[in-house]
């Protein structure tokens, strides 16, 4: 029989210290909640700060301004290199949430172009992942209000020039990038001094058709130029009626670019270069009639000019939605995205 000697201290405590390290490495590591601010005035560096929003349910709501700073919205500050003031881009992300590119590709191309970067997450923090699947888990109007809030806050930089920031969205988020140029929504928000974006980026984005679309007349939108980057192959948000949109926009009187990227699908600046087929994806057809005047909140039919009320605006909100969309990235398709932004930001933010 062997007899197996009973450990030494020094055994027995190297045993429970191996444990014990190996216990650690296993628990999962928590993030340091990021620090909660009012004011950028103390110069903050490179990191991830939290600040108030609201989470108005309608645009009447955003407009009447009594939706309650219930939520702290995450925003991820990056600085270009030098300590002279420097123009920025807020941007805001898609219905699919933060993704690897948006807090690395964009931020490193725009930093090396001279911008600052604060990239939002309006999901995390009110325990979303995706709206992909179901928009209303956070009302559009939400991201409205947090895209002033950023403003407000990046403003109070010392190395942010206020005059110059511009907001620059995808997807879903593209649709808060050209909604923010409408001058009902600005009025509504009574930031100081004037405060608005200097400029609006919507990339593949959101709203073109279905019931976010708005009757284009003169003094809708706001004179600040914008400019529509958008993939051809793109059959989540088509391209046609955000080139329709576009054009209604410039004939109204706002300085309008399109960019069309040949070949590229919806979200073509994602690392993975798989195509993807998301067969839940609720979308509006590319050619749903439905226009909304933002001034009355009326909703017409565009095909005859009637009046879409009651059931007949519901059926018709039921007729224009469809299912199932691809994605793709591509990297040849980002690069050429990222020239044309850049590019147009250098314009337009130029002292």
């Known amino acids: ?32 909640a990021p620090e909660v601010i009012t004011s950028f005035a103390s110069a903050q560096g490179n990191g991830s700060y939290a600040f108030a929003s609201s989470t108005p349910k309608t645009l009447l709501e955003l407009f009447g301004g009594k939706a309650p700073k219930d939520v702290n919205i995450v ?68 991201d409205l209000a947090d895209a002033f809030n950023a403003l407000a806050l990046l403003a109070t930089h010392p190395r942010v020039d206020p005059k110059r920031i511009a907001v620059m969205g995808f997807s879903r988020g593209g649709a808060v990038a050209w909604r923010s140029s409408l001058e009902r929504v600005i009025r509504s928000q009574k930031l100081p001094d004037g405060l608005r974006f200097a400029a609006h980026v919507p990339v593949y984005t959101g709203g073109c058709t279905g019931s976010q679309r708005v009757v284009v007349k003169p003094g809708v939108f706001a004179k600040e130029p914008m400019l529509f980057i958008h993939g051809d192959a793109d059959d989540y948000t088509p391209i046609e009626p955000c080139k329709s949109f576009a054009d209604e926009i410039r004939q109204a009187g706002t300085p309008v670019e399109f960019v069309v990227i040949p070949g590229a699908h919806h979200k073509f600046d994602a690392d993975d270069l798989r195509r993807h087929y998301n067969r839940s994806v609720v979308r509006s057809k590319a050619d749903c009639p439905i226009r909304v005047d933002i001034d009355t909140f009326a909703a017409y039919d565009s095909r005859s000019g009637a009046r879409l009320q009651g059931d007949a605006y519901r059926d018709m909100v039921k007729e224009c939605a469809a299912q199932g969309a691809n994605t793709e990235g591509n990297h040849r398709a980002r690069d050429k995205a990222a020239d044309a932004a850049v590019a147009f930001l250098k314009q337009t933010l130029a002292r």
């Open 1 to 32: 029989m062997i007899t197996i000697p009973k450990p030494t201290a020094a055994v027995t405590y190297a045993a429970t210290f191996m444990a014990f390290v190996a216990l650690a490495f296993a628990m999962p590591v928590r993030a340091q």
């Open 75 to 142: 925003g991820h500050l990056f600085l270009p290199s030098g300590t002279d003031r420097a123009p920025a881009v807020v941007l805001v992300h898609g219905s699919g949430g933060v993704y690897p590119a948006y807090l690395d590709y964009w931020p490193k191309r725009l930093n090396a172009a001279g911008f600052a970067v604060f990239a939002l997450d309006l999901f995390g923090p009110r325990g979303v992942s995706s709206t992909a699947d179901d928009q209303t888990l956070v009302p559009s109007s939400a």
